[in-house]
């Protein structure tokens, strides 16, 4: 009984319920202001954000403290993991299998996201004017991928090329030696800080799902719980079909794998933020075998190229919107989605509010769709991007162990050791 009490796991699944209980019985309190506005500040990289309801406030200062860690633990582990991997051929090799690896897998999710919506036409009886509606007009501006743009506004990428230099450059360094064990010892730090930091999951956890229902209220769901129903089942299909085929590839359980990565994705849950487990998710992979250079270059990356869950929930809302005003799309329209999803997809990781912008930009491309059947989509959006962020994390985690077995940079040993510790 002591080892239950003494589990993270288990107090923040005990946050999440009180967060469901507090929003929907006490919203006002859910949702009382104590601060004026939202607080926002640019630091090391990262936007943080806190809110101005006593939720917003709890969840907001949880993910915060955690973006502090994203940008100095990616550099130090890609800076690192390249000197001791000491091949730059390497290098190049891991990322472009990594590249074409999100390319091929992102694609498989919108061919099944738009298949299931096809097949399962959770748009169609749905009554708009039920349907509780929001402001979009902060949605609609046209958002069309730039690369350069989306290098200036994504910090990760940034960070990830920066390190990538330096580790090319501490490899010729006369200092190489004195400079990686001084690096080698900031890392250990920076690993303990977040383990005190993880310490406040729960409370990010508690703030996170009170504000989402005390806002949105439960009631919100029932109109479009069709669509809702839709997106998760075909997430956890996806997960569990297209992504546990691949964790099967090198005999390695779906199942096992997210036992191991529970607390994580209960994180990930109570706060809509993948991001808020980036650290912790770099962490474990490592202790799960995964080799620290294959961990630095993969996972960074992916947070920018392999966004499944985003990618399934694009596509199946396209098809939805579709369906709610009767309009019927042709072959040529559909393949046309697909297409011009395939590049705005890849945007949405530097773009605030990117699963409604880059759906936005992809409406006003397509001129088809009216872009005011956004407004339906506002209210469950906050529901629908715990799904999104859940199935992108797992993604970028399977991703990685792929690579690294690939790459024969896997210690299966350390992954049955890990396994058979967290068991029990």
């Not at 100095?72 to 890609?78: C, V």
């Not at 800076?79 to 498989?108: C, H």
């Not at 402001?135 to 350069?148: E, L, M, P, Q, R």
């Not at 029932?222 to 079909?241: D, E, H, N, R």
């Amino acid at each position: 009984m002591r080892k239950v009490f003494t589990n993270l796991t288990f107090w923040v699944l005990v946050m999440i319920t009180a967060g469901i209980l507090l929003g929907h019985f006490a919203p006002e309190i859910a949702l009382q202001k104590i601060l004026n506005q939202p607080w926002k500040q640019k630091f090391m990289g990262q936007e943080l954000t806190i809110g101005a309801t006593l939720s917003e406030f709890l969840s907001g200062i949880f993910i915060s403290l955690v973006k502090l860690f994203i940008n100095p633990i990616i550099f130090l582990t890609i800076t690192l993991g390249i000197v001791n991997m000491g091949n730059l051929k390497k290098v190049g090799r891991v990322g472009a299998k990594a590249i074409l690896y999100f390319e091929v897998v992102t694609t498989f999710a919108l061919l099944i996201g738009v298949g299931v919506a096809l097949v399962i036409q959770p748009g169609s009886g749905v009554d708009t004017t039920a349907v509780k509606t929001g402001d979009i007009s902060k949605y609609t501006g046209t958002h069309n991928f730039n690369a350069w743009q989306f290098f200036k506004d994504n910090t990760t990428l940034q960070v990830l090329l920066a390190a990538i230099l330096c580790g090319i450059g501490l490899g010729y360094s006369r200092y190489q030696q004195r400079i990686t064990n001084t690096l080698h010892n900031i890392s250990v730090y920076l690993f303990r800080g977040l383990h005190l930091v993880m310490l406040l999951a729960p409370i990010g956890a508690f703030g996170g799902m009170a504000f989402t229902i005390g806002k949105y209220g439960i009631a919100t769901l029932v109109p479009l719980a069709k669509l809702m129903g839709s997106v998760y089942a075909t997430m956890a299909v996806f997960i569990f079909g297209a992504l546990g085929l691949i964790m099967r590839h090198y005999k390695i359980s779906i199942w096992s794998f997210l036992k191991f990565i529970r607390q994580e994705l209960l994180v990930v849950l109570g706060t809509s933020s993948s991001e808020a487990a980036l650290p912790r998710l770099m962490e474990k992979l490592e202790v799960m075998g995964c080799s620290k250079p294959v961990v630095g270059l993969v996972v960074p990356t992916g947070y920018s190229f392999n966004l499944d869950g985003t990618t399934i929930y694009l596509s199946m809302a396209m098809i939805f919107l579709a369906q709610v005003f009767h309009i019927h799309l042709s072959p040529g329209q559909i393949l046309t989605i697909i297409a011009i999803l395939m590049l705005t997809s890849k945007g949405a990781a530097g773009v605030t509010g990117s699963g409604f912008i880059v759906l936005a930009s992809t409406l006003t491309t397509i001129k088809v769709i009216p872009i005011e059947g956004l407004a339906l989509l506002v209210g469950v959006d906050r529901f629908l991007s715990e799904a999104r962020a859940i199935t992108n994390f797992i993604g970028n985690g399977v991703a990685t162990v792929w690579i690294a077995n690939n790459e024969k940079e896997f210690d299966r040993q350390k992954m049955e050791t890990a396994f058979a510790a967290d068991a029990g």
